[in-house]
């Protein structure tokens, strides 16, 4: 398993800072996730750079905030609760893999909407990644894993 220091970028980073910074990031992101065979089209809803400050170190820190729609076919039947978790815990590690060169870590979540269906095993479905600020990290510090989902389960990146 891969694993990185985590902490949050800070101003003095490199990278971009700033929305064309978290824009960016999303195009890649969405370049990797069209590569898989069961993503038909992906587009970016938000990508947006929030800026806090880290009192412990004085400085500022910068997040992305990213959703992402996308269809996806979905071969299993997802009618039940437990294969739609599955399957949503599955987009959440390609998410994972695809954020991995990018994020030191982040929270991502995914949403199913089993309810209307576009087409015969096509699905619409939400994705959410946030970068971890300071706080986050403080409070999940005796966790080992740098990517996670909602309910805090790892999400492990091979």
Not at 25 to 51: D, F, G, S, T
Request: include cysteine; charged fraction near 30%; aromatic fraction near 8%.
């Amino acid at each position: 398993m891969k694993t990185f220091p985590a902490k949050p970028r800070e101003a003095s980073d490199n990278a971009m800072n700033d929305d064309r910074g978290a824009r960016s990031r999303a195009k890649q992101i969405k370049y990797r996730l069209l590569a898989h065979p069961n993503i038909e089209e992906v587009n970016i809803m938000r990508a947006q750079n929030q800026v806090g400050f880290n009192y412990a170190k004085d400085v500022f820190e910068h997040v992305d905030e990213l959703m992402f729609s996308l269809d996806l076919r979905i071969e299993t039947d997802i009618s039940d609760r437990e294969n739609l978790d599955l399957e949503e815990k599955l987009i959440n590690q390609k998410m994972a893999k695809s954020v991995s060169t990018l994020y030191q870590n982040a929270q991502i979540h995914s949403l199913i909407d089993r309810q209307y269906p576009e087409g015969d095993g096509l699905y619409h479905v939400q994705v959410w990644v946030q970068e971890c600020n300071s706080v986050q990290l403080a409070i999940r510090k005796d966790h080992e894993h740098n990517f996670y989902d909602l309910q805090g389960q790892e999400l492990v990146v091979a």
